[in-house]
């Protein structure tokens, strides 16, 4: 069967009104197999979508209103998977590169995350290893600016897919595992990132 998604909020970055329609015909309850985002809801299965204004292949755009994540392809199409967001002002739209990828990357907290909540994130002020229990998963994009460096927000996976779906990170956006696999192969250094605006 054929179905639509409408990418709704944010597309004013970039100028550009946005609509997809999927080109698998495979339903999104059929894709979950089972997993269910952050909302209860049966998780989408990374797919490929033709959009009705193109954007240039070799990017990839976020887009926080539908939890969103695509990464362009010629001739309009592109994948697209189904994300979890930073938290309230956490989150940081903005232009973007990929200044380095890390698979099963370790993880050191930010001091602002470290003040924020230190009882969360104070015991591990010295790093922890990359593994599966690690809060980078198995993969990462790191994103950086011309003018920062590195900005300290990540693309990266996790093994919690109830987060799925949710504004809730530190404000990285986030993939799970499996997907984040996927994308990571696809995405190469150097690549532009684009994170919309909240609506």
């Not at 930010?110 to 010295?126: A, V």
């Not at 990285?172 to 909240?198: F, S, T, W």
């Amino acid at each position: 069967m054929r179905r639509r998604e409408l990418i709704a909020g944010g597309a004013a970055l970039a100028g550009l009104p946005l609509a997809a329609r999927a080109q698998n015909t495979t339903d999104t309850t059929e894709a979950a197999a089972g997993m269910l985002d952050g909302t209860g809801q049966p998780m989408m299965a990374p797919h490929i979508v033709q959009l009705v204004e193109p954007f240039p292949p070799g990017e990839v755009h976020v887009f926080p209103g539908p939890f969103r994540l695509y990464w362009t392809l010629e001739d309009a199409y592109a994948w697209v998977y189904p994300i979890r967001i930073g938290r309230d002002n956490l989150y940081e739209a903005g232009e973007y590169y990929v200044g380095a990828k890390k698979e099963w990357p370790s993880w050191t907290p930010t001091p602002d995350m470290i003040e924020r909540e230190p009882e969360k994130y104070k015991q591990y002020e010295d790093g922890m290893p990359g593994g599966p229990n690690n809060p980078l998963g198995a993969r990462a994009l790191y994103l950086f600016t011309e003018e920062r460096g590195d900005t300290f927000l990540r693309i990266h996976g996790t093994n919690d897919p109830n987060t799925i779906g949710r504004a809730v990170s530190n404000g990285c956006a986030g993939l799970i595992n499996e997907h984040m696999i996927n994308l990571y192969d696809k995405v190469p250094m150097g690549a532009r990132v684009v994170l919309y605006p909240k609506a």
